[in-house]
């Protein structure tokens, strides 16, 4: 007698395949057809195979077989402008390093701020006998330095690369510190970053022009050339430049920071990618104003806010003032552990007078790459803007007010190794642009934007 066992789908006992009841059985035949016809409804037709069996089989052909020696031969050019141009791009970036190297190395040997004074050759020595020549210091007494004696976070790091710095660090060690200190800058900024991502991002978003005032124009034809104190007092004659006085002696200012083989640049935020206008017309320096993209110069220069030899920034009462009435006020005053009086001689009248500074404790904490220009600056505003009440999350700030704001807290300035030679440039003489012509009838810039809305900025 057959063993009844339960159909294992609907659970009867009539099992005619395996597990299954005859009903089931069949159920799963149907399913199983109409599976398979729908797959047939899927498949392409036989002519259609053929055509795709037939294409597969030319390209595998087409693979296999090795191309014609035109094509080959312009992929072997487009592959070598491709290694050329990035052979370019680096060896223009190592040449920028290599002089923002040799420039800074100056600045950390020759600047006698950067050296306690028992490292100081120069102690002792009357001021108009010191050269431009003269160091203050030499690469074998850093490396030998007592760490303890040394003050400043730049120096630091440069004597720590010195000695046990990696073989790329070794050969720019004071361009390693310099990155090294601009990093550490920005990253006790960036707790504001998060606070306004919003108004940090638009920040970042003006363009940052350079300004290099003077009393004559600088470029000859389509080129700007502007060189160092120090790059003229070596070279000035195969250079070109005519009459160059020899002898001269650096100011005190040089002596202290040693930063006489830079080119110095103001730096102020524009509306537009293209430069219609500056906000400046003038400096003591001369009303001629050579103007550059900061992407335009080494990438490798420095930005410091304020005077590095007095290690503060002059409050701009103007600008503070047009962005509101009262933010000057505010920002400096009595009492503030970061605002101090000092008497200088007017640059106009050559009397004396007395203007509210902000301080610095150390030269480095002034220091930035211009790589980290925007960031830097942005947060820097933001910091301020937040200490004083000025609601910057209310205010679609425009470049104008943003360049009140910059220029009357921290004054900032580009400090571009050794020389600027660029063929990218404007000039402009007070509010005109004389090179290259502005188009009749062509807006300025800085009026559109100066539209700085005054009344309630700040908060109440």
């Known amino acids: 007698m057959r063993k009844q066992e339960f159909c294992t789908s609907c659970g009867t006992f009539d099992l005619v395949s395996g597990e299954l009841c005859l009903d089931c059985t069949q159920e799963r035949i149907r399913a199983r057809l109409a599976e398979m016809e729908a797959e047939l409804a899927r498949r392409p037709p ?108 730049m120096m630091k790091r440069f004597r720590m690369l010195l000695l046990w710095g990696s073989r790329e660090e070794l050969r720019w060690p004071a361009l390693y510190a310099s990155a090294h200190v601009s990093k550490e800058n920005l990253k006790g900024l960036q707790g504001y970053k998060l606070m306004y991502q919003e108004v940090y991002n638009h920040l970042c978003g003006f363009p940052l022009t350079l300004t290099h005032y003077a009393d004559a124009a600088r470029h000859k034809g389509n080129k700007l050339c502007l060189y160092s104190r120090h790059n003229l007092d070596e070279n000035a004659e195969a250079l070109g430049i005519e009459s160059y006085p020899k002898g001269n002696t650096p100011s005190s200012a040089m002596k202290n920071v040693g930063h006489h083989d830079y080119v110095f640049c103001s730096i102020e935020p524009r509306a537009t990618v293209e430069i219609e206008s500056v906000f400046k017309d003038d400096s003591r320096f001369g009303n001629v104003c050579h103007v550059i993209d900061s992407g335009a110069v080494n990438p490798f220069a420095l930005l ?108 900032p300035q580009v400090m571009i190794p050794r020389e600027l030679v660029t063929e990218k440039f404007c000039v402009f003489q007070g509010d005109k642009r004389v090179h290259p012509p502005q188009a009749a009838g062509h807006g300025s810039a800085a009026a559109s934007s100066s539209s700085s809305s005054k009344g309630p900025q700040r908060k109440r």
Do not use: C
Request: hydrophobic share 40%; glycine share 6%; proline share 3%.
């Open 46 to 153: 036989v002519a259609a195979v053929g055509r795709d069996i037939k294409a597969g089989n030319a390209m595998e052909a087409k693979l296999a077989s090795p191309p014609p020696a035109a094509v080959a031969g312009r992929d072997i050019k487009a592959g070598n402008a491709t290694d050329q141009k990035v052979n370019a791009q680096q060896a223009e970036r190592n040449a920028w390093a290599d002089q923002a190297e040799l420039t800074a190395q100056f600045m950390l040997t020759h600047g006698s701020a950067w050296v306690p004074a028992s490292m100081n050759a120069r102690a002792g020595k009357d001021r108009k006998d010191i050269k431009v020549g003269d160091p203050v210091t030499t690469i074998d007494k850093i490396k030998k330095a007592n760490e303890v004696e040394l003050r400043e976070p």
């Open 304 to 411: 410091t806010l304020g005077d590095l030899d007095t290690k503060n920034a002059k409050q701009s009462q103007s600008r503070l003032s047009a962005f509101d009435d009262g933010l000057y006020a505010i920002s400096t005053a009595a009492g503030s552990h970061v605002i101090e009086d000092k008497v200088i001689n007017d640059a106009k009248t050559g009397k004396p007078t007395t203007i509210k500074v902000r301080k610095f404790d150390t030269l480095s904490e002034q220091m930035f790459l211009l790589k980290d220009a925007k960031e830097a600056l942005a947060l820097k505003v933001i910091v301020l803007a937040d200490w004083y009440g000025v609601d910057l999350k209310k205010i679609n700030i425009n470049a104008e007010q943003y360049n009140n704001l910059l220029n009357g807290w921290f004054v």
